[in-house]
């Protein structure tokens, strides 16, 4: 993958899951990846790692719901390794239920990561990759962002937004700068740990037993940036072959 190798990749939600999965793909790749959480502990071990095996890594903890954090991350970026090639907007959160709940706490939640979050990266790296006359975005939705479910109506508002969002950019951006979507399907994440309804905690655990291994979805990230710089792929979807919806 030679359109990876080099490239520094800043990516969001990179403790566990998805994130984790795609910095060990990308630093594999030859790529510098800075690792943004909220788990400071577990992003320095896994920095840690990626060095030992030869790679190039930073960490550092970061709120996505706070701009300035972001901004801070693309900086950090920027400092250790020149420049930012990629941004991944991949932190996320899951906490389903049905609207009747009435977990409002829960819906501000979703929205400030799901949707502040991926606004603040691009607020973040946007004037950025303007300069340099390049960048990429690699926005992480979900097929719920394609079809709605009883107790996902906000999570998939959040991720609909996304995809609002993520095709505004790419066509305001022009033609130096690439915008990709990434909508998964069912993933072994730890999203369904954020689900405080034990009952549908229950059915989404049973429902994630075909769930696919999340270094699926990094080779998916891993196929739209290794592309030449004129071809920017748009969406991709991965799901489970065994899932309908």
């Known amino acids: 993958m030679s ?6 990749v800043a990516i969001t ?18 790529a510098a990846v800075v690792l943004g959480a909220r788990r400071d502990d577990k992003l320095k071990v896994l920095a840690a790692e990626l060095e030992r095996e030869g790679g190039k890594a930073e960490a ?6 706070k701009r300035a954090d972001l901004a801070a991350f693309v900086k950090r970026a920027q400092d250790r390794f020149g420049r930012v090639d990629v941004l991944v907007s991949n932190a996320g959160l899951m906490p389903l239920s049905l609207l009747d709940e009435l977990k409002v706490d829960e819906w501000d939640r979703m929205i400030d990561v799901n949707i502040r979050g991926v606004l603040h990266g691009i607020a973040a790296a946007l004037p950025l990759f303007r300069a340099v006359g ?3 975005f690699i926005n992480v939705a979900s097929v719920s962002g394609i079809s709605v479910a009883p107790t996902t109506a906000v999570y998939s508002g959040t991720k609909f937004a996304v995809r609002a969002i993520s095709e505004g950019l790419r066509q305001e951006a022009g033609s130096k700068i690439r915008v990709t979507m ?4 069912a993933v072994r994440t730890e999203l369904a740990e954020t689900i405080s ?13 075909m769930a696919i291994a999340p270094i699926a979805v990094a080779q998916a990230i891993a196929f739209a940036i290794d592309q030449p710089s004129d071809v920017d792929v748009n969406e991709i979807v991965v799901r489970p072959t065994a899932q309908s919806v």
């Open 182 to 185: 990434i909508s998964p399907g």
């Open 13 to 30: 939600g990179a403790s566990s899951g998805i994130g984790e999965a795609t910095a060990r793909y990308l630093a594999g790749h030859g």
């Open 197 to 209: 309804n034990p009952d549908l905690k229950k059915r989404v655990e049973a429902f994630q037993a």
């Open 60 to 65: 550092m903890a970061i709120d996505v719901t």
């Open 3 to 8: 359109g990876i190798e080099g490239k520094v």
């Open 134 to 136: 390049s960048g990429h």
